[in-house]
């Protein structure tokens, strides 16, 4: 069920509003959102809108450099990133969403990215969202912060 919440980072320097159905809660396998611990829900840039911290975020790259990120420069909290599997969406880390309790989160989808290639050829054949071909994460992440509100 699509609901409207909030979350941020620890510290609160940076705060998001989004469209968010807790029911496509998934999780992931890479190298990353491993150590990151990431619950992610898939949401359009549409229905984003950073309400704060633009100025606090570092936006973090690795290998191909398509996925986007950003995290609080303060307290280090990886609120929401552009992933590389749809790097027109935006995945917002369901542990940082206003009032959830971590522990009852259960995941209910799968992206196997420690095998990229293959998780991704997966979901595209299982119904998944398709990105148009050259779409680059840093565009999606430059115009959520072009209109951040701060
Ligand atoms: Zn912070």
Known sequence: ???????????????FRAQVD???LSQCSCTVC??????HLPVFPAD???????????V?????????HPFCSHCGMAAFYVPRSQPDK???NARCL??????SLKPTRFFDGRHWEDAQRNRIAH????????????????????RALA
């Open 127 to 146: 119904g998944g969202h398709v990105t148009p071909p050259g779409t680059h994460g840093a565009d999606t992440l430059k115009a959520i912060l072009d």
């Open 90 to 92: 935006v995945t917002v």
């Open 98 to 103: 206003d009032g959830i309790d971590g522990p």
């Open 48 to 58: 984003f809108t950073l309400l704060r911290g633009k100025d606090a975020l570092t």
């Open 22 to 24: 807790l029911d496509l």
């Open 60 to 68: 973090y790259t690795f290998e191909t450099g398509v996925a986007q």
């Open 1 to 15: 069920m699509l609901e409207t919440r909030e979350g941020g980072c620890h510290c609160g320097r940076v705060r």
């Open 34 to 39: 491993t150590k990151k611990g990431i619950l």
